[in-house]
């Protein structure tokens, strides 16, 4: 399988804190990689350095096999990396149709065009994607009415505006109920699969991590404390001590 992220040796400190610590993983298109770990492991750091957002004190990040280490967000995005996350941030007075076309805009260069016309850019290609994340009857619907469930299959719309190869996604199952975020990660498998996608997320619902990553790596004090796949992490002595709660 392609490597899509290349994570070797990467470390970030914040003052006399280390909040990454020589961490190392990667991830293959077509799967789903579950990021875990109790509050202040590094979850949201590592993403953020992945993302951009944040250059590493050391280490390398590689997307398809070009290093994106100081790269600024927006073209890392360029790149092909999308992103959810775990508050929804969508335009509450535009349409569920218009937010889809103006993250397209922003993909094709259109954004600060004065004599554009949003309502007529991209329709199609709008469409196509609330079709795909199952939200395409209520493209006429302003964000703020929706639920948040709905909001957060048009935030995923707008995560694959830019045709992404890898997706990150930050809690993208918080705040809905069960039964809810069981269709929302059906639905982000079929996508990941079918598309040959990489995905990379963090949640703290053990039943949404469990049934749904091809593979889990535990994160612990900035450190990988543990890697495999969701049998031999649910099986981890250590896993169960630092994160589950289980003592032998």
């Not at 280390?18 to 991830?27: E, G, K, M, Q």
């Not at 280490?59 to 280490?69: A, F, H, L, R």
């Not at 039943?207 to 890697?227: C, K, P, Q």
């Amino acid at each position: 399988m392609t490597k899509l992220l290349q994570v070797n040796n990467l470390s970030r400190s914040f003052g006399g804190i280390t909040a990454v610590d020589r961490l190392s993983f990667d991830v293959e298109a077509g799967q789903i990689l579950a990021m875990i770990g109790p509050n202040g492991a590094g979850k949201s750091t590592c993403f953020n350095l992945i993302n951009g957002q944040l250059r590493p004190d050391h280490g390398s990040i590689k997307i398809c096999g070009q290093e994106i280490v100081g790269l600024a967000p927006r073209h890392v995005w360029k790149l092909g990396v999308g992103r959810t996350f775990q508050v929804t941030s969508t335009f509450a007075s535009m349409t569920v149709l218009e937010n889809v076309q103006m993250a397209l805009m922003s993909y094709h260069k259109l954004a600060r065009s004065p004599f554009r016309k949003v309502r007529h850019l991209f329709i199609d290609e709008s469409m196509d994607l609330l079709k795909l994340v199952g939200i395409e009857d209520q493209s006429h619907r302003v964000c703020g009415l929706l639920s948040y469930g709905e909001l957060k299959r048009v935030e995923l719309g707008v995560a694959l505006t830019n045709r992404p190869k890898l997706l990150l996604m930050d809690e993208p199952t918080a705040g809905m109920e069960p039964s809810e975020r069981q269709r929302l990660m059906n639905l982000i498998s079929q996508i990941v699969r079918n598309q040959k996608i990489g995905a990379l997320f963090t949640e703290h619902d053990m039943d949404v991590v469990f049934t749904h990553a091809d593979r889990i790596i535990v994160l612990n004090r900035g450190e990988l404390a543990a890697a495999g796949t969701p049998e031999e992490v649910r099986e981890n002595h250590k896993v169960q001590e630092i994160y589950l709660g289980i003592t032998a």
